[in-house]
DNA sequence: ATGGCACACGTTATAGCATAACGCAATTGA
DNA sequence: TCAATTGCGTTATGCTATAACGTGTGCCAT
């Protein structure tokens, strides 16, 4: 559990989503975010994505492909290349037991990518890497 | 516009479906190849996802996880890297004017992520890697 | 040949994910 | 002050995917 670092720009809204999200263990979705703030007032799914539009704009959350879900950034503690709070390409290993996920990021990976990108004049906007697989404790 | 090398062990509607998916010149959601098939007596969802299931199974199709949509495998002749008709990991670079899609195979990358997986007691079933973004014809 | 199995198929219903379109309120800055 | 922007709430709708049921067919071990 990390400390709630919590950006003071945020609306109550994105907080609340925010939050909700650092407090959970794995991905959510959208609608089980929904459920959790039912309490807080939350009454349809648009205030959620709304939110998650806002959070992933500001790179506090990142979007599972895979999975059609959501995690706060695991990077909390600014960045190691350049980009203010952001990285340059994330990638996750998502585990298909425990369902938990492990972002990290891999230099050599992101160049080889914008490498070939360049390559065929293809100018990229986002790059998404998921790996799923078993986690080291679950294959034990 | 491939010759179609259909294999023989297809069903009628996997056949169906892949021909659907072959003839089209970017990638097909469940639905759109649905009712592209209506007129072949295809009248539910799980008539075209249960196909799909297994042209993917085949590795004849692949599916685009940040469209939620799926393609014709690019790559028809053999493999470049063993396991049969497959090959390791391969990636997509997806045009977010045209919607054309670049299919293609990057070993550095994919011994990179290996790498990173094994390091981490990280065992891989799929990895999924796509690059939005604008093809080299649409920036022009 | 016959019983059991695996597999593809068809259908209906439902679950899960995401956005369109409307109007209102608060904020900001020319 | 007025217009532009942004966030918010609501209703309705659309798109994506699967559950659960039953049918038919081919295979092959007994």
New binding site residues.
């Given amino acids: 559990m990390n400390a709630p670092i919590v950006n003071p720009a945020?609306?109550?809204?994105?907080?609340l989503v925010f939050e909700a999200l650092d407090r959970a263990d794995g991905p959510l979705?959208?609608?089980?975010i929904l459920d959790k703030l039912r309490d807080h007032?939350?009454?349809?799914?648009?205030?959620?994505?709304?939110?998650?539009?806002?959070l992933t704009e500001f790179g506090m959350v990142h979007?599972l492909?895979s999975?059609?879900?959501?995690v706060a950034c695991a990077h909390r503690e600014s960045a190691c290349c350049g980009k203010g709070h952001g990285h340059g390409t994330v990638a996750f290993a998502i585990c298909e037991s425990c369902s938990q996920v492990l972002e990290f990021h891999d230099h050599e990976v992101d160049h080889h990518l914008s490498d070939w990108a360049s390559s065929k004049g293809f100018k990229p906007s986002k790059t998404t890497i998921e790996i799923r697989g078993i986690c080291q404790k679950c294959a034990a």
Same sequence: chains 1, 2.
Avoid: C
């Avoid at 945020?10 to 907080?15: A, C, E, F």
């Avoid at 979705?29 to 089980?32: D, E, F, I, Q």
């Avoid at 999975?67 to 959501?70: G, V």
């Fill in positions: 945020l609306t109550k809204n994105q907080s979705s959208a609608y089980t007032g939350f009454r349809a799914p648009l205030q959620v994505y709304r939110a998650l539009d806002k979007r492909e999975l059609n879900a959501f």
